[in-house]
């Protein structure tokens, strides 16, 4: 007896493939299996990407700044890194953590998480040691102070004189990835000293982002570079021109800075001689 399947027809007969049914499974399985192997692509790549950054770091470059030959010393003392990660969040914008959050030589260095194809948060984006966030922090501020005119230095500084101290404090530097290959950037910085503009601090507060086709480590070091720049943009406006604020300060260290040179006084003019 020949059994007929719910549509009353040959079950024996819609076991064999049409040939027209097999021609459409064809193109769809070719088609499975280039976006099956597009991902696998894409997810080695991202871990190779993620276990080069996790492991060699990114090296920062940053414009060298020259001493100004005139003006008053200020020495960057210190800069503190007082930022807090989490190692629960999967969200992105989130500072967190893939790791020991207690660990100081990772929380220091680190600068942002990678996110992998699925939008899961992968491989910490570290800093190539010796660079670290606070010391790339004191560079730009350094910059920024030399910028406005002036004779800024930092730790150890090769210039021993008259200074006044900044303190910094760096409570957020974070980049995280944004969809269609975009980074995003954000900072803020507190600053502290005798000099006027900074009497009872001083917040600094960047936010920005770059772009490019894909996401890979040339991007993220472009990111910090330009967070860093906007950060010594930000210091030379907000400390203003030596010549307008170093006069109305007035805690300053043990030996007086070294004032700008006094414009010699105009002479009068010689009266004419009178004629004989």
Known sequence: ?????????????????????????????????????????????????????????????????????????????????????????????????????MSASL???????????????????LLEPPQSVPALVGRAIVFGLRTAGYRAVGENPSV??????????????WIYQRPH????YRARIILSGSLLPLRGGRIIEINGSVSAGTVDGVLWRRAVERCLEMIAEEVSRSVGHPIDTWRDTTTRSTIEPTP?????????????????
């Open 1 to 101: 007896m020949r059994m007929l399947n719910r549509r009353g027809c040959d079950a024996a007969a819609a076991e064999v493939p049409d040939g027209r049914e097999s021609g459409m499974r064809e193109p769809i399985r070719r088609n499975l299996t280039r976006a099956l192997a597009q991902r696998l692509l894409g997810a080695t790549a991202f871990l190779m990407l993620g276990l080069a950054c996790a492991s060699e770091g990114l090296r920062v470059s940053l414009p060298v700044s020259e001493l100004p030959r005139v003006g008053p010393y200020m020495n960057v003392a210190t800069v503190l890194d007082t930022r807090s990660f989490t190692t629960a969040s999967n969200r992105a914008p989130v500072p967190s953590l893939r790791g020991d959050p």
């Open 107 to 125: 929380t220091e260095r680190v600068v942002g998480r990678w996110l992998a194809p699925s939008g899961r948060l992968g491989s910490n984006v």
């Open 160 to 173: 021993t004189g008259p200074a006044v101290d900044l303190h910094a404090t760096v409570s957020e530097f």
């Open 181 to 184: 290959g975009a980074l995003a």
């Open 260 to 276: 700008f040179p006094t414009p010699l006084p105009t002479p009068s003019p010689t009266p004419p001689k009178e004629a004989s």
